[in-house]
């Protein structure tokens, strides 16, 4: 793979430690601000709007832009972001920010996986892009914990600086490694953005769209709430939930790293055997997370399943919408971000049912049984295409 490419995930990797870093920083904000810790906590779902809504718009307005211009933009919106909410004292400013830095992290991943697609063979898309997810995984792993310990040793100020300063390697290897466009002036700079819009109307890209989107909606619902698994259900100390929640980015890792190998050339196998294994994952964690070493094996397994099941299918996005070059990665963007807003949501909802805590489990078996139905119903979409063969 490309140094770029890995550089690229760096960049990621920052932009994931931002965004989940706050529930490690929320109570010192809150003080240092003078803001209540709910008040605070708008700052999360802040971010995460702004990731659901910016990929699309920011890919629309993006995209007549070099993709080399497009990224430096997009991490230098970032870098500022972080530095402004580092000086401010207003949390008006603040959650401003916020919000900003969750369009330019939703605008650089969007062209970030179409420059990605554009450095590697064309049949290699699915391994391009376990290179970039790694990095939000590894963000669960170090950089979210990194985050925090660093607010506490220092103050929640000292987290935004040391995002603002890891977009520098970044933006060296956009400079050395993304190439600028070399058309003439008077050639279009892609295909007509409603020629792209319409690609939505297909049938192949709008499954793998759907199943993305549910299957990061079942990782998300019970990732967020995995600490009151860890400490009500199992009965462990506090501590155990930084534990927990690196055993879930550890397999994450592992999981985005096979599926990168497989993803190209069998994503249905993929699917036909990894989704039967996160669904029975998820039910057996329903039945067995009062055992703190069940809880900790399934943490590892679970985390495996949910993002190499979860890369594979997005890396399907990034084939089947192939006829629209310039907004591919946003399509790809959304669903994971539709999935990520609306998986805590509705596993929220469970909390107050009969099962309570373990409620997001059960709901996060749902939303795979589900997937795992349409994928059935719809498995000769999830081959690659003749088109596909034609490029190996």
């Known amino acids: 793979m490309p140094l770029p490419l890995y550089l690229l995930a ?8 931002s965004e989940f870093m706050l529930a490690g920083l929320l109570p010192d904000i809150a003080a ?22 910016g990929a699309p718009i920011m890919a ?6 070099p993709r080399r211009s497009s990224l430096l933009g997009f991490l230098g919106l970032f870098l500022a972001a972080h530095v402004l909410g580092a000086c401010t004292g207003s949390f008006t400013v603040l959650l ?94 892609g295909p007509d953005l409603r020629r792209e819009l319409a690609e939505l109307r297909r049938p192949r890209l709008l499954l793998v769209l759907v199943l993305g989107a549910l299957v990061n909606a079942a990782t998300f619902g019970t990732f967020t709430f995995l600490a009151p698994i860890v400490t009500d259900v199992a009965g462990l100390d506090p501590l155990w939930v930084s534990a927990v929640l690196v055993l879930f980015g550890l397999g994450s890792f ?45 943490a590892f397994t679970q985390g495996a399943l949910s993002f190499g099941l979860g890369s594979t299918l997005i890396a399907r ?4 919408a192939a006829g629209a070059p310039t907004m591919a990665g946003s399509y790809a963007t959304a669903a994971l971000n539709v999935g ?14 009969r099962p309570a805590e373990l409620g997001p489990v059960w709901a ?29």
Not at 60 to 65: D, E, S, V
Request: with cysteine; hydrophobic share 60%; aromatic share 4%.
């Open 10 to 17: 760096v960049a990621l990797f920052a932009m994931g430690t």
């Open 32 to 53: 240092d601000l003078g803001v209540p810790v709910a008040t605070a906590g708008l700052l999360t779902s802040a971010f995460a709007v702004g990731m659901v809504v």
């Open 60 to 65: 629309g307005l993006a995209r007549r832009w």
């Open 96 to 189: 401003a920010t916020r919000i900003v830095a969750a369009l330019a992290n939703a605008g650089f991943l969007a062209v970030a996986l179409t420059a990605a697609a554009e450095l590697v063979p064309s049949d290699r898309k699915g391994r391009a892009l376990a290179v970039l997810l790694a990095g939000t995984t590894v963000a669960t792993i170090a950089g979210v914990p990194g985050g925090a310990l660093l607010g506490t040793l220092l103050d929640w100020r000292a987290a935004f600086w040391g995002m603002a300063l890891l977009c520098l390697p970044s933006a060296l290897g956009v400079v050395r490694g993304i190439p600028a466009r070399t058309e003439r002036p008077d050639e279009p700079a």
């Open 254 to 298: 592992v999981g985005v790293t096979v599926a990168g190998r497989l993803s190209d050339q069998r994503p249905g196998a993929v699917v036909a055997v990894g989704g039967p294994l996160l669904l029975g994952g998820w039910i057996v964690l329903g039945l067995t997370a009062f055992d703190p070493i069940a809880l900790l094996i399934l």
């Open 317 to 320: 996005v990034l084939y089947e």
């Open 340 to 353: 990520a807003t609306a998986g805590p949501v509705m596993a929220a909802a469970t909390l107050t049912t």
């Open 364 to 392: 996060s078996s749902a939303l795979v049984a589900v997937a795992l139905l349409i994928a059935l119903l719809f498995r000769q979409a999830l081959r690659p295409s003749d088109h596909e063969g034609s490029m190996r």
